[in-house]
């Protein structure tokens, strides 16, 4: 289903869907972040790009899995937090962001299916915005198979057109949110499509940061596995794990029990975002550390996108938003290791 939204109906097309909770991109704080709308206000869809992904609607950061209760000499009780699946649509969603949905699903669906990560994404419905220019200077969707329209994990694809929206459903959860407030939408005619046309293949030419030819990599990195300049390259790293907590395909996590009274004996069991960034993801009981400096750290986690998930999966874990670069607090930059890897830089 392809229409075409006049901007001035976009607040009227948030308004008729007030059964969802509609959170977009908003600036606070210097930064922007993925929130519920107040009344009566209108998406901005001008943001270059949150910085959180949207992964947290499908895997929180923190969740609960379960409630524990147990009376002494009793059998202990167990009180499932399995959540509803929600009604909750996303505005805004960059392509890089939407194709780390299906890295995930591949994670959390594949043959152990996770209900609590399933419950949440059959329930979230992403509305992508297709980038006319590239929302960051660390942008390189291009360099590992995305574009800036590819409409991959997306349930609608919107594309600026200045006074309009060119507006493409996806999935039927998507077509479902246009039929609901159809009559804001109309048909696009030739001139609605040759722009559309024109701005997609205009937002492939403008420039992006590059990689080495992405066959070739994961080859590469197995070479290079023993190779010191892992070190080298992470002599800066603090290991705050911050490139991975806003990498929109990182979904390492630790579960933990946390003891919440003790006459009866209650509880929960905990999920919380973890990251092989840090020390004690890796730390044996015994004491041993099989990764135990930053330079094995950087290595896992490129390895990790490039070499090891490519096995698992043929396809690479990193969509190149540029986050982990932009927002590394010591200039650690992704891209500029991969090009270093593979011989194409100093
Ligand atoms: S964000 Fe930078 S400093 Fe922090 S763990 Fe990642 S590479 Fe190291
Ligand atoms: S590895 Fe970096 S550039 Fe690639 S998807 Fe993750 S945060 Fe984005």
Known sequence: MEKILHKKNLGEWVAQLGAYDVQTPVFGDDAWSYQALGDGQTPRLDHPNTVEPPKGFHFPQREVFYTYRQVSGEAPVLDSTVPDPATTVVFGVRPCDGRGVPC????????????????????????????????????FCLAVGGSPHSDDGLDILMTDLENRYAVKALTDQGAALVTLAEPLFGEPGDRDRKDLEETHALSRQHPQRTLPDMEAVPGRLEAEFDSPLWSEMARACIGCGICTFLCPTCHCFDITDEVTGSTPLEGRRVRTWDTCQFPDFTMHSSGHNPRPDCGSRLRQRVCHKFLYFFENHG??????????ITECPVGIDIVAIVNRVAGHAK
């Open 104 to 139: 995930n699903d591949r994670v959390f669906s594949g043959e152990m299916e996770d209900p609590y990560y399933r419950a949440r994404r059959s329930g979230t419905i992403l509305i992508g915005l297709a980038c006319n220019k590239p929302p960051s200077a660390n942008c």
């Open 315 to 324: 396809t690479h874990q990193c969509v190149g938003c540029g986050r982990c």
